[in-house]
């Protein structure tokens, strides 16, 4: 049974919008940043966000991101 999450990963096409859904409307805290990523938390649960400028929002996924 899982009782928890430690970090999840997810791939973004528009990073700096990205950063402020996450930060300002969900709340979570800015911990580092770089061009094509953040890494955020939200409580305990780590948040990684990596950009993947060609990826289309309507697109199936290729992989596992």
């Not at 899982?2 to 300002?24: C, E, G, I, K, M």
């Not at 580092?32 to 990826?55: M, P, V």
Request: proline fraction near 6%.
């Amino acid at each position: 049974m899982l009782t928890a999450l430690n970090h999840l990963t997810l791939a973004v096409t528009d990073l700096p919008r990205s950063l402020d859904f996450y930060t300002q409307v969900l709340g979570c805290r800015l911990h580092a940043r770089w061009d094509a990523g953040a890494c955020l938390t939200l409580g305990e649960l780590w948040i990684c966000l990596s950009l993947d400028a060609q990826r289309q929002p309507t697109a199936t996924p290729p992989d596992y991101t």
